[in-house]
């Protein structure tokens, strides 16, 4: 035998729709069955309704989700006023309904959860920020309704939260705030309703140690970078490892970028990362020529040196960086300078068998060949341990002297060179091709 209803209290009310329809003020059948009073009633609802012994449940929670997704402000007051939908409920995804009503840019329902139902503005989600590169999508695990707006550009929901004293200086779990995430994604409305506003702070930082400021310069985002430039913004703010912005766009290569922090913004260009690494020494590593140029006109210390004592230069011929040499050169940079253990820059290329970079240190800026290091090792010592057998007829041909005896083990280079008789030919086509007189050491051997 089926249960009586329970007779139900109501009120009217005007739908979207325009028709006066009865309201529930409670609904009461036995088991947390739920059922119509009256078949005008919302039809999002309508359907979620079945009379009769195989009524089942309405999804309570999951049609508030589904009524903040289609802006349904009837259907979102009738659910939490009359239904007693939790507005605080998660969909299969984690998101609340705030979180829904901002995602879909649905304002009635935003409002209406913000100052009438008094939901969390600062409950947590995860969301899921994709991309048209699989590398660059991501998963965000404890977003707040105003990040997520601040991602999406969505003005009228930044400002609604803020009204609703939403934290805009609040960070994810990897520390972005509103302001770091819309100056990431270059949101120019959001960014300046946060700043003149807000008045979010231009220093705050994620826990990488990157400000708005260093987030709008690694994607280019030069109004944003002018908005918060204008805001006082710290221009040579340096993240964790010590990595300012000029040095970031150095090394990702953006003229553009770098000419405008240094003669718009005036960036430091002596700048250096926690392991003393100059501006200048990261242009001359990544073999950016025309960064070199701009920096050597802010009149940077061309014989800056890191922690190891390597200066510009010496970093440029590690990664046998022609053009950064090149330029470098130009510059007047120092051949002759050493590193903590003394080596020079003809040494490390010797070392490291970069007969181009040798070429260019030897015969174009007049490196001396018989320097000596700490230990008394000169570069045709360091070719030669290393079986460098092109590198040493170079050497020779600019007149090497194999006498030499390094400290450490006393021997001379006599030993290698008596060896080039045994090498390959196609060790000795960079030696030809500069046009080396191979004769000359053929006869000391």
């Given at each position: 035998?089926?249960?009586?209803?329970r007779?139900?209290?109501?009120?009217?009310?005007?739908s979207?729709d325009?028709?006066?329809h009865?309201?529930?003020?409670?609904?009461?059948?036995?088991?947390?069955?739920?059922?119509?009073?009256?078949?005008?009633?919302?039809?999002?609802?309508?359907?979620?309704?079945?009379?009769?012994?195989?009524?089942?449940?309405?999804?309570?929670?999951?049609?508030?989700?589904?009524?903040?997704?289609?802006?349904?402000?009837?259907?979102?007051?009738?659910?939490?006023?009359?239904?007693?939908?939790?507005?605080?409920?998660?969909?299969?995804?984690g998101?609340?309904?705030?979180?829904?009503?901002?995602?879909?840019?649905?304002?009635?329902?935003?409002?209406y959860?913000?100052?009438?139902?008094?939901?969390?503005?600062?409950?947590r989600?995860?969301?899921?920020?994709?991309?048209?590169?699989?590398?660059?999508?991501?998963?965000?695990?404890?977003?707040?309704?105003?990040?997520?707006?601040?991602?999406?550009?969505?003005?009228?929901?930044?400002?609604?939260?803020?009204?609703?004293?939403?934290?805009?200086?609040?960070?994810?779990?990897?520390?972005?705030?509103?302001?770091?995430?819309?100056?990431?994604?270059?949101?120019?409305?959001?960014?300046?309703?946060?700043?003149?506003?807000?008045?979010?702070?231009?220093?705050s930082?994620?826990?990488?140690?990157?400000?708005?400021?260093?987030?709008?310069?690694?994607?280019?985002?030069?109004?944003?970078?002018?908005?918060?430039?204008?805001?006082?913004?710290?221009?040579?703010?340096?993240?964790?490892?010590?990595?300012?912005?000029?040095?970031r766009?150095?090394?990702?290569?953006?003229?553009?970028?770098?000419?405008?922090l240094?003669?718009?913004?005036?960036?430091?260009?002596?700048?250096?990362?926690?392991n003393?690494?100059s501006?200048?020494?990261?242009a001359?590593?990544?073999?950016?020529?025309?960064?070199?140029?701009?920096?050597?006109?802010?009149?940077?210390?061309?014989?800056?040196?890191?922690?190891?004592?390597?200066?510009?230069?010496?970093?440029?011929?590690?990664?046998?960086?022609?053009?950064?040499?090149?330029?470098l050169?130009?510059?007047?940079?120092?051949?002759?300078?050493?590193?903590?253990k003394g080596?020079?820059c003809?040494?490390?290329?010797?070392?490291?068998?970069?007969?181009?970079?040798?070429?260019?240190?030897?015969f174009?800026?007049?490196?001396?060949?018989?320097?000596?290091?700490?230990d008394?090792?000169?570069?045709?010592?360091?070719?030669?341990?290393?079986?460098?057998?092109?590198?040493?007829?170079?050497?020779?041909q600019?007149?090497?002297?194999?006498?030499?005896?390094?400290?450490?083990?006393?021997?001379t280079?006599?030993?290698?060179v008596?060896?080039?008789?045994?090498?390959?030919?196609?060790?000795?086509?960079?030696v030809?091709?500069?046009?080396?007189?191979?004769?000359?050491?053929?006869?000391a051997?």
């Amino acid at each position: 035998m089926l249960p009586t209803k329970r007779k139900l209290r109501s009120r009217a009310f005007t739908s979207s729709d325009g028709m006066k329809h009865k309201k529930l003020n409670h609904i009461g059948v036995p088991g947390g069955r739920l059922q119509l009073q009256s078949p005008k009633i919302h039809p999002l609802l309508h359907a979620c309704f079945e009379e009769g012994p195989g009524s089942r449940p309405l999804n309570t929670n999951g049609q508030l989700i589904s009524a903040c997704m289609q802006n349904d402000l009837d259907a979102v007051r009738f659910l939490v006023e009359e239904a007693r939908a939790d507005v605080e409920a998660r969909d299969d995804g984690g998101r609340t309904p705030l979180a829904t009503a901002v995602q879909y840019f649905s304002f009635n329902a935003l409002q209406y959860l913000l100052f009438t139902a008094k939901a969390n503005v600062e409950a947590r989600f995860p969301f899921f920020e994709f991309s048209e590169s699989n590398k660059a999508s991501r998963m965000h695990s404890s977003w707040t309704a105003l990040i997520l707006a601040a991602r999406i550009q969505n003005i009228i929901a930044c400002r609604l939260l803020v009204y609703a004293r939403a934290d805009f200086e609040a960070g994810d779990s990897e520390g972005f705030t509103p302001l770091i995430v819309a100056s990431q994604h270059g949101s120019k409305s959001v960014v300046r309703y946060l700043l003149s506003e807000a008045r979010a702070s231009t220093e705050s930082a994620d826990a990488g140690g990157h400000t708005p400021f260093a987030h709008a310069c690694i994607n280019e985002e030069f109004e944003v970078i002018r908005d918060l430039l204008e805001a006082k913004a710290l221009v040579d703010s340096r993240s964790v490892s010590g990595t300012s912005s000029l040095v970031r766009a150095v090394r990702n290569g953006s003229l553009e970028l770098i000419r405008f922090l240094l003669f718009e913004a005036k960036a430091n260009p002596g700048a250096c990362d926690n392991n003393g690494n100059s501006v200048l020494a990261t242009a001359a590593y990544e073999n950016n020529a025309e960064a070199i140029r701009l920096l050597v006109r802010k009149t940077v210390d061309l014989e800056s040196k890191d922690k190891n004592g390597r200066t510009p230069l010496m970093r440029a011929v590690e990664q046998s960086q022609i053009g950064a040499i090149r330029a470098l050169a130009e510059a007047k940079a120092q051949v002759a300078a050493k590193a903590n253990k003394g080596r020079t820059c003809l040494m490390e290329a010797a070392r490291r068998n970069h007969l181009e970079c040798a070429s260019v240190l030897i015969f174009e800026m007049g490196a001396k060949v018989n320097e000596t290091d700490c230990d008394e090792r000169t570069a045709l010592v360091y070719a030669s341990d290393e079986g460098h057998s092109a590198m040493v007829w170079m050497l020779l041909q600019a007149r090497a002297d194999v006498s030499r005896r390094p400290i450490e083990n006393g021997h001379t280079a006599w030993t290698l060179v008596y060896a080039i008789k045994e090498a390959a030919p196609c060790e000795l086509t960079y030696v030809c091709s500069v046009g080396i007189d191979v004769g000359f050491t053929q006869g000391a051997s």
